[in-house]
Antibody, heavy 122, light 107 residues
Framework: EVQLVESGGGLVQPGGSLRLSCAAS????????MTWVRQAPGKGLEWVAN????????YYVDSVKGRFTISRDNAKNSLYLQMDSLRAEDTAVYYC???????????????WGQGTLVTVSS | DIQMTQSPSSLSASVGDRVTITCQAS??????LNWYQQKPGKAPKLLIY???NLETGVPSRFSGSGSGTDFTFTISSLQPEDIAVYYC?????????FGQGTKLEIK
């Protein structure tokens, strides 16, 4: 059974940092593109970043470029999101998600974690 | 960035009704369009990918159609468990973008 379990969320002050983790199991993690999607309270979904199987390609939404860094450790079956210079508008539930097909980028997410809440507030 | 516009923003229908949601892209995205269902407090669930392909395990009352800029999502016979917010998402270009969502309620 495919499982994605996020952790690392919490309350942080504006300008602070937080590192989210996503532990994957039940599939060959190293064969899939992985993604972070966020959802501000009461709002819609926003794609944040994705990373290729070997970490050689990474893409970000403009609003987080230069502040967030996506990474992965295939030996630990884990995905990460390092979030620096956090702003109030980064407050959201952050989901990790797996692409639907192995080996290729398809931009379609058929497995999601339960999400972890990040609150940026003083 | 490609803008995705869903209509309506909210919808009230009766059990057994046929329900239709539309999604319009700001530019041609071929058939690179997904539909997700999100229930309160839960992660989104993929229902339809490539505009019209039903994800494994999803009931056949859900369907999708369209290509280019105009897409339609249909529930052929609304069930009580279909109460949720539905999102379209394009994956033709990065950044991937979602519609604003359609909140579906039971009348």
């Amino acid at each position: 059974e495919v499982q994605l379990v996020e952790s690392g969320g919490g309350l942080v002050q504006p300008g602070g940092s937080l590192r989210l983790s996503c532990a994957a199991s039940g599939f060959t993690f190293s064969s899939y593109w992985m993604t972070w999607v966020r959802q501000a309270p009461g709002k819609g979904l926003e794609w944040v970043a994705n990373i290729k199987q070997d970490g050689s390609e990474k893409y970000y939404v403009d609003s987080v470029k230069g502040r967030f860094t996506i990474s992965r450790d295939n030996a630990k079956n884990s995905l990460y999101l390092q979030m620096d210079s956090l702003r109030a508008e980064d407050t959201a539930v952050y989901y990790c998600a797996r692409d639907i097909f192995r080996d290729i980028l398809w931009g379609t997410f058929n497995y999601w974690g339960q999400g972890t809440l990040v609150t940026v507030s003083s | 960035d490609i803008q995705m516009t869903q209509s309506p923003s909210s919808l009230s229908a009766s059990v057994g009704d046929r329900v239709t949601i539309t999604c319009q892209a700001s530019q041609d995205i071929s058939n690179y369009l997904n539909w997700y269902q999100q229930k309160p407090g839960k992660a989104p669930k993929l229902l339809i990918y490539d505009a019209s392909n039903l994800e494994t395990g999803v009931p056949s009352r859900f369907s999708g159609s369209g290509s280019g800029t105009d897409f339609t999502f249909t529930i052929s016979s609304l069930q009580p468990e279909d109460i949720a917010v539905y999102y379209c998402q394009q994956y033709d270009n990065l950044p991937y973008t979602f519609g604003q969502g359609t909140k579906l309620e039971i009348k």
